[in-house]
């Protein structure tokens, strides 16, 4: 682990940073003009650069401690760089032009559980390149970039839940956002409640492929029922037509953006939690993007005196579930799941609220 002025020689010129999020309802729902609830986690990424005066492009990786070099003419071999790659030609494509960069990255977001490392690095990037080059970018726009790197360079067919929420939520109220029309608000978790995120140890390995298998079946689904998206199904039933797996895909995705609605307008943090568990029996059984050691997980959750309810969250087939928790009771609650979940032989870890000891500054003071 190195500073920025341990591996370039002096101060960068500009830092930004962006969070990770998780998801509180409304999953693969977004490329389907959907709903979504994300909240900002305390976790973030921070971009440092500086113009080089090189021919090409210098990236360090403290998570890593790997230096890639690159210019815009290649895609970088090295899968993280191909973030900070995409984001540099999407804004070119944007007519942000920035000059070749000493880049250095640092971030407590953990990857691979689904709390959007990709996008708070995509936005952390784009903020520290409008910020050298002060183009008119709005934090929308930004997001859109963010997320047509991630989909023409990392391969995800992603929607625009992740970098919205990286760009735009705050960590103590969630993101209410119409994918469709970009519309939102920011709405408060109910009152006495918090978010408690525990990751199942399960490596989301199905991640990329699994995920544009399941928004291949929800385009094929929508195409079939004649509408634009599945967004545009009002009527449940009209499902019952299509062969299987579609008919459950659509089911899940239709059902889901109602339960978004249904908790954007809940104040009472019981009944949002039910909502929750209804979203991870049509996530597990419907869009089948659960694994059993998160079923698991959920259960246990789900059947703590102190949790409201507890769904897997983000892409799916492994990664992170989250819970609504009596607020004053968070860490009570995670030991106990956390042991019972080891007596059944499996190892998870607290994500949310963020352990001290992985606080970016805290990596920082320690560097
Ligand atoms: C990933 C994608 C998002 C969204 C979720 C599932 O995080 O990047 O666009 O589709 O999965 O809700």
Redesign the pocket.
């Given at each position: 682990m190195s500073s920025f002025e341990e591996v370039f020689g002096s101060a960068p010129e500009v830092v930004a940073e962006a969070p990770g999020r998780v998801?509180l309802m409304?999953?693969?729902?977004?490329?389907n003009d959907g709903y979504?609830l994300p909240i900002a986690i305390e976790q973030r990424t921070r971009v440092r650069i500086r113009p080089n005066g090189q021919d090409e492009h210098v990236l360090y990786s403290e998570m890593l401690d790997r230096v890639v070099r690159f210019t815009l003419d290649n895609v970088p071999a090295e899968h993280f760089a191909t973030y900070v790659y995409g984001c540099l030609m999407e804004a070119r494509a944007n007519g942000i032009e920035a000059p070749s960069l000493d880049i250095h990255v640092q971030s407590n977001v953990p990857v691979g559980v689904?709390l959007?490392s990709s996008?708070a690095l995509e936005v952390a990037t784009l903020r520290a390149l409008r910020a050298l080059t002060g183009a008119r970018l709005d934090d929308v726009h930004l997001a859109r970039l963010g997320q047509r790197a991630?989909i023409e360079y990392a391969g995800?067919r992603?929607?625009?839940?992740?970098q919205m929420a990286s760009s735009l939520a705050e960590t103590r109220r969630a993101l209410f956002l119409d994918t469709r029309t970009l519309e939102r608000r920011l709405v408060p978790l109910p009152p006495a409640s918090a978010v408690l995120v525990i990751d199942s140890g399960v490596a989301r390995t199905l991640a990329g492929s699994g995920?544009n298998q399941r928004r291949a079946e929800c385009e094929e689904a929508a195409q079939r029922l004649g509408v634009p998206a599945l967004r545009d199904v009002k009527d449940i039933t009209a499902t019952d037509t299509l062969p299987e797996p579609l008919r459950s895909r659509a089911r899940h995705v239709i059902s889901e953006n109602e339960r978004v609605l249904r908790a954007v307008d809940c104040t009472n943090a019981r009944v949002f939690g039910l909502i929750m568990n209804e979203s991870h029996a049509s996530m597990r059984d419907d869009f089948q993007m659960s694994v059993p050691e998160i079923d698991h997980l959920v259960s246990l959750l789900q059947g703590h005196p102190d949790v409201y309810g507890a769904r897997l969250t983000?892409?799916?087939f492994g990664g992170a579930c989250v819970a609504l928790c009596e607020s004053n009771t968070l860490q009570e609650v995670a030991a106990a799941v956390l042991g019972d979940y080891a007596l059944a032989g499996f190892e998870g870890r607290l994500l949310v609220p963020a352990p001290a000891e992985a606080a970016i500054d805290a990596q920082e003071a320690g560097s």
């Open positions: 998801n409304g999953e693969h729902t977004d490329y979504v689904g959007s996008a991630e995800v992603c929607g625009i839940m992740d995920y983000g892409g799916g």
